[in-house]
């Protein structure tokens, strides 16, 4: 038998998978030998954390045993000792029996004196003693912040006072050290948390004493005073109703001591503290008013002007409506609105990046708050201030900021505050003062070159101020400023006059216009959108807002009397007038066009500055260079539409009867919209039914557009009135309200539109109020002597009424007459109840002159501008004012040039410039006087005046040709001449042709 082996035995073992690498078994024990050393590592870390931790819970349960026994032993101890002190400030946990044993601790010092209290600091215990009192007096202070009504706190209260008061080295010492470990933000605390009505609480009067005892101990020169005085601002100043908490002797007494008159050691910057909230700011303005108003006259002129500082800085420093509370109601608002400043385009259209803030919320403000920071812009306040500071010169440019940054901060009271500045007899000594001492001296626009340059230096940081406060003082006292007063041409001698005179008015325009063209010429050099003046917070945007307003309201009343020399308003010595209108062509192309009619005028200046300036201030552009951009816009549009081939089809065809021009015109073109700006061919039908001879190169459709605006523009069809000047404005009766009539503005004013479209002068006149809103402009009291001259007089004279104006029994409200009905309307809420007095008698004024000539027609205007705008993009009309609007629509009051006539003629048939019939005729012509010349041009173009640019923009072009040999037939408007044997019948014939008003037809 063979052996049969059944133990352990070697065997080799064969990997059939391949050997392994050897590469491979290194990194595993490598892997191997560092998890175990990273083990070995933790398990260390472990036992030394489990030793701290072990150490640190011996130490904890040894001091929490030793703060026991220090608690035990204190408990049972009686009299007052360091040591007894020891035992309360190691002992101490912080819970309610720590804070009755200090209670009882503050009282035991107390009882026992000035010895217990200040006796170790003259034994060896001294610097223990010192430790110890400020730890101790630092948990006092923290527990009166926590319970300032508990029966211990008024012990706590006397016992820092004694320490306040005292005039020991070590407890002044103290007193800085409790200063720097949250005093005055511990006794904010207490304030607040004593309920309003409980004035009786025996804290309070300690408290009141307690807050300014720093200022006696410490020279105001230190820098502890410094600090206490920052401290005390903002965390005793800061409480809501700070005035309220105090009961009378205890106000009173704390009015005393407070130290305003250092005020001045305050820098203004410290107002502007960006980590404090924004309500406490409010509260600080508010108590500060309240406690410092009625020691004005009693500080020094550098306190005065630090007061004001202060002041300024924190009302630039809170964002807009921050000072309004917060209404269910209607938001209150200026009642002198933002005519065309862009204010109302930031809410109606889109921001360029689509990115909107949230709106801001208003902190709530109780009423009595809301009652003394009212008092900043009380007639009373502002008038106190002007006094005080006419006293102390020094002070003014404190007094000129801080009525600024009212009006910026409290948008709804910029009214209230202007025209206490404005309309009192001082209001025109301080525009004088303004302008002749601080805005004319100054370098800011004197030099346009410079302009950039003195703008960013901050050596004319003092004159902003003073020249956007004379901005808007004047720009609201044109508001109701009327002619006889601007223009200061009253016979009488106490009648109101301008308070500058025109010379001055020709200087500060020029001044203004040299400083804002530049911030739309470089507005991405000086980054207008978000920038601020070097030094302020006043922000660019703003700024250029009211320099341009104001420019526009001075060139309002230059345009309608002519004051400035005829350049002023040019900016063309600074610009090439040809690159200019080629680029600002090229770039309007450029915008998107199915979002740049929605485009404020303040986004049209970041995205062109060419535009911009069209757009602001166009004045600053010659009128005739700004006229070819317009027919350059119009003819790129009609370019972008496939419009501008005068030889297509017409897209639309309409008949209408010479009888019915407007109503057939109405329901045959009123669906098309906009697409009224192609060609369209019209057919006109005689009384008898016929269709009239004739084929359309221009001339046919013009005359329907004439005949139309004659009969749509006719004040016996109720939609017009005349003024006195015989302008045009809309109807603001009921009827023309309704929606039928407000489809007819609408239908008027793509007819307008189509005929500015087209370059075909329009024969009618409107009143320049009307075409403000054209231009999105508001009309004031100046405009209304045009519309009503009775009651324009009558608010004249209530506004320079030396009387008492309740005396006239007026009230807000307006009365209207609908076809024999009365109606009255409230100008303002209640307004039948609210007597016209003689601190809102300009409110009433401009009330009344804003709805007779801007709310009255408001449903009217909107829907002619409506239909205008589909046809003409509404920037193009911004380019120009109204009397230039009116020249665009009618042409120019302007001699008729017979050679500019004759060099832009054409001629047909056999006529041409040598023929002896064309040499009659312009002789005849020539013989014309301009009255006669003007009928020529009504019967060939249903205008009588001239193109502004000359005949070679008439449309269609003036032409002459041939009608037969007919010489007994009269010429016609579509021929303009026929071939006549002799120059005194042809004269004779013409004559009797552009006089006889004849249609399309005659023959």
């Not at 906009?674 to 084929?695: M, N, P, S």
Request: glycine fraction near 6%.
């Amino acid at each position: 038998m063979l052996p049969v082996f059944s133990g352990p035995s070697r065997q080799r073992q064969i990997n059939l998978g391949g050997s392994r690498s050897t590469y491979s078994s290194q990194e595993a024990i490598l892997d191997n030998l560092k998890s175990q050393r990273e083990q070995r590592q933790d398990y260390r870390r472990r036992i030394e954390s489990a030793i701290r931790i072990q150490a640190w819970w011996r130490a904890a349960s040894d001091q929490r045993k030793l703060r026991e026994g220090l608690r035990k032993r204190f408990d049972e101890s009686s009299g007052p000792s360091v040591e007894w002190t020891r035992m309360l400030v190691v002992g101490w946990r912080g819970n309610e029996a720590d804070f009755k044993r200090l209670g009882r601790w503050s009282r035991t010092l107390l009882q026992g004196g000035d010895a217990a209290l200040f006796g170790p600091f003259t034994t060896p215990h001294r610097s223990s003693w010192v430790v110890l009192l400020r730890q101790a007096l630092l948990r006092t202070l923290n527990a009166i912040s926590k319970s300032p009504t508990s029966t211990d706190a008024p012990h706590h209260l006397q016992l820092l006072t004694a320490v306040f008061s005292s005039k020991e080295v070590d407890s002044v010492g103290i007193a800085s050290f409790l200063i720097s470990r949250g005093f005055y933000s511990d006794l904010g605390s207490a304030i607040q948390r004593i309920p309003l009505n409980n004035k009786s609480n025996p804290s309070i009067p300690l408290v009141a004493t307690l807050v300014t005892l720093p200022f006696a101990v410490f020279p105001i020169t230190s820098a502890v005073y410094l600090t206490s005085f920052v401290d005390l601002l903002w965390h005793i100043f800061t409480v809501p109703l700070l005035p309220n908490r105090f009961p009378l002797a205890s106000l009173t007494e704390l009015s005393k001591q407070l130290p305003f008159s250092s005020l001045h050691i305050i820098s203004p910057a410290i107002f502007t503290d960006p980590t404090v909230s924004l309500t406490s700011r409010v509260h600080l303005l508010a108590n500060l008013v309240a406690f410092v108003n009625p020691r004005l006259s009693k500080l020094s002129a550098t306190a005065f002007s630090a007061f004001l500082q202060g002041i300024a800085a924190i009302l630039e420093s809170l964002p807009p409506q921050a000072l309004d509370p917060p209404s269910k109601g209607v938001q209150e608002t200026s009642w002198a609105m933002q005519d065309d400043s862009d204010m109302s385009d930031v809410e109606v259209a889109p921001k360029p990046a689509q990115i909107r803030t949230p709106p801001m919320i208003s902190p709530p403000l109780d009423a009595r708050t809301v009652s003394r920071l009212q008092s900043l812009v009380s007639p009373a306040q502002i008038d106190a201030l002007l006094t005080l500071t006419s006293k102390q010169p020094s002070t003014r440019p404190s007094l000129f900021r801080v009525l600024l940054s009212l009006c910026t901060a409290w948008p709804s009271k910029k009214d209230k505050v202007l025209s206490s500045l404005v309309f009192p007899q001082m209001g025109s000594l301080l525009i004088k003062e303004l302008w002749r001492g601080w805005v004319r001296p100054s370098p800011l626009g004197k030099d346009v070159r410079q302009a950039l340059e003195i703008a960013r230096d901050q050596r004319c940081l003092e004159v902003w101020t003073p020249l956007l406060l004379l901005v808007d003082m004047y720009t609201h006292a044109l508001l109701t400023m009327g002619d006889d007063e601007f223009f200061s041409i009253a016979t009488r001698s106490n009648a109101p006059r301008n308070p500058l005179t025109l010379d001055e008015l020709t200087a500060f325009s020029k001044q203004l216009m040299n400083i804002t063209f530049p911030l739309y010429w470089n507005e991405d050099q000086l980054n207008v959108k978000e920038d601020c003046i070097p030094g302020t917070t006043i922000r660019w945007e703003p700024v250029r807002e009211k320099l341009t307003k104001c420019l526009k309201a001075i060139h309002t009343r230059d345009s309608r009397r002519k004051f400035t020399h005829k350049d002023h308003w040019l900016m063309t010595s600074h610009i090439d007038i040809q690159s200019f209108c080629e680029a600002a062509i090229f770039e309007e192309q450029k915008l998107d066009r199915t979002s740049s009619r929605s485009l404020s005028k303040r986004q049209m200046a970041y995205i062109s500055p060419r535009l911009g300036v069209l757009n602001n201030i166009p004045f600053a552009i010659p009128f005739s260079a700004r006229v070819e951009i317009f027919r350059d816009f119009v003819s790129a549009d009609m370019t972008r539409l496939d419009l501008s081939d005068p030889f297509a089809r017409p897209k639309f065809h309409c008949v209408v009867r010479r009888g019915q021009i407007a109503k057939d015109g109405y329901d045959g073109l009123n669906s098309l919209g906009a697409q009224l700006k192609g060609r369209i061919q019209i057919t006109f039908v005689d009384q008898f039914g016929e269709e009239e001879r004739g084929i359309d190169g221009g001339g046919v459709f013009k005359e329907f557009l004439t005949s139309l605006s004659k009969e749509a523009f006719d004040t016996d069809r109720g939609l017009w009135l005349f003024t006195d000047q015989q302008e045009l404005y809309p109807n603001p009766h009921a009827y023309a309200r309704e929606p039928h009539q407000l489809n007819w503005y609408r239908f008027i004013g793509r007819v307008l539109g189509k005929a500015l479209y087209e370059g075909i002068l329009i024969d009618v006149a409107f009143a320049t109020f009307f075409m403000a809103k054209w231009l999105g402009r508001q009309s004031y009291l100046d405009d209304l002597a045009s519309l009503d001259p009775e009651l324009y007089r009558g608010l004249i004279y209530l506004k320079h009424y030396d009387g008492n104006p309740e005396d006239l029994a007026l009230n807000f409200t307006v009365t209207t007459d609908d076809f024999g009905v009365q109606n009255t309307i409230n100008l303002i809420p209640d307004g039948t109840n609210i007597p016209v007095t003689r601190e809102n008698r300009m409110q009433y004024i401009y009330l009344v002159s804003n709805y007779k000539l801007n709310a009255q027609i408001r449903l009217q205007s909107d829907a002619f501008f409506d239909g205008l705008s589909d046809i003409i993009d509404p920037k193009w009309l911004r380019m120009f004012n109204q009397q230039e609007l009116q020249i665009l629509v009618g042409g120019t009051e302007d001699p008729v040039d017979v050679d500019d006539l004759r060099s832009n003629t054409i001629y047909g048939g056999v006529y041409d410039e040598s023929h002896p019939t064309i040499g009659a005729f312009w002789r005849v012509v020539r013989s014309l006087d301009q009255p006669q010349r003007c009928a020529l041009l009504r019967f060939v173009t249903s205008c009588s005046r001239p193109p502004l640019l000359g005949f070679k923009e008439l449309n269609p072009k003036f032409s002459i040709r041939d009608a037969g040999s007919d010489t007994a037939r009269l010429p016609t408007a579509s021929t303009c001449v026929n071939l006549l044997k002799s120059e005194q019948a042809l004269r004779r014939k013409l004559l009797q042709a552009i006089n006889s008003g004849a249609g399309f037809d005659l023959s």
